[in-house]
């Protein structure tokens, strides 16, 4: 059965790729809301990143797990841009929701812990996962396990994205500064280091976050991307009680053990990363639910919002204030009187495609 993808309208792009909100239609006419992932066309003259793009996109049509944005095509347009027609996600990447609490100096530690526990479900199910037609092994490493790639739903929901494009990213040359630049932060020090990597560098990636999420600091970053590679490669993380006593050095020699420069050292796998936070948290006595995430992400997305339109913003200001110097018409009395791409041009509108970049 033929789908028709339809193009609504841009949510973002960057470097490697730019994501649309769009709509899949059936023949039958069932419809429903998907995100467009197009790789920008000046990537696709590398042959090489072509076919480590569809090598892994393929893979990630395997992929189904809660905790992961599910991939439902993989195909080439008219114009010759290849793209990936994935489940749509309402609410904002984690990235955004760091921001926000940067900006207003929240420090959430088991709503952060959580986070990091739901990205580690999904991880170690692509890490594990065989293949379905032969039981072998796939291999599945993200390679790309970022604050951006983390994506967070409205209704509570944790998901790891873009599986489909981190290995191919990889092929990439370091000169191309608007693809790669935004990702060295993330590596992990065999990766810097330009070793064969496998899902402890996935691991690694979790502990930067998780670090991020706790200190409300960037862990690795230089005054260029080769200062910042170095920095990954020496792996020298701060003290996070040195920076909030309120963090036990329990926690932080969780977070240390993820971020261990020899991999060897480290959590040999997602699962044993997540299971040793979630150990923290009850320990503890500490809780957090989906429900947490959902209202900090309606939270981010009101403010985002209100950003992009400020008027808007100042109406809504003005309106709170009056209703905050309200009085009663009927008070008096009441106190007397108690009483929601394709393979062929034929299956996809493009007439939106947009090709103004903007880097998120």
Not at 134 to 143: A, F
Request: aromatic share 6%.
């Amino acid at each position: 059965m033929q789908t028709k993808y339809t193009v609504l309208d841009r949510l973002g792009g960057g470097g490697q790729a730019e994501v649309f909100r769009g709509m899949a239609e059936s023949m039958q006419g069932y419809k429903k809301a998907v995100a467009i992932k197009r790789v920008l066309p000046n990537l696709t003259s590398n042959p090489q990143f072509v076919a480590m793009f569809l090598d892994e996109a393929r893979l990630s049509l395997f992929l189904q797990h809660a905790n992961v944005v599910q991939v439902f095509d993989v195909s080439k347009a008219a114009d010759g841009s290849y793209f990936l027609v994935m489940e749509f996600v309402d609410g904002c990447d984690l990235k955004h929701l760091m921001a926000r609490q940067t900006a207003q100096r929240i420090r959430d530690l088991p709503l952060s812990l959580y986070i990091v526990i739901e990205a580690c479900k999904g991880l170690h199910y692509a890490h594990t996962l065989d293949h379905p037609y032969n039981g072998k092994p796939l291999g599945i490493v993200h390679r790309d396990v970022s604050p951006p790639n983390i994506m967070l739903s409205k209704n509570g929901e944790v998901k790891v994205v873009d599986f489909g494009l981190a290995k191919a990213d990889s092929q990439i040359e370091q000169t191309d500064e608007g693809v790669v630049k935004g990702k060295f932060s993330y590596l992990s020090p065999e990766a810097a280091r330009g070793e064969d990597v496998d899902a402890r560098t996935d691991v690694f990636a979790l502990g930067t976050i998780t670090w991020e999420l706790l200190s409300g600091r960037r862990l690795f970053v230089g005054d260029d991307p080769y200062a910042t590679i170095q920095l990954v490669r020496d792996a020298r993380v701060p003290s996070l009680p040195a920076l909030d006593p309120s963090i036990s050095p329990e926690l932080d020699g969780i977070v240390r053990q993820a971020l261990a420069r020899d991999r060897e050292a480290r959590f040999q796998t997602a699962a044993d990363y997540g299971d040793a936070l979630a150990g923290y948290l009850f320990a503890n006595t500490m809780k957090a639910t989906s429900r947490d995430v959902a209202m900090a992400v309606r939270a981010t997305k009101t403010e985002r919002e209100r950003a992009a339109n400020p008027r808007a913003s100042l109406i809504h200001a003005l309106v709170m204030d009056e209703l905050h110097r309200m009085t009663s018409l009927i008070e008096d009395e009441l106190v007397a009187k108690p009483a929601e791409l394709v393979p062929s041009k034929d299956l996809i509108d493009t007439s939106d495609w947009t090709k103004d970049l903007v880097d998120d």
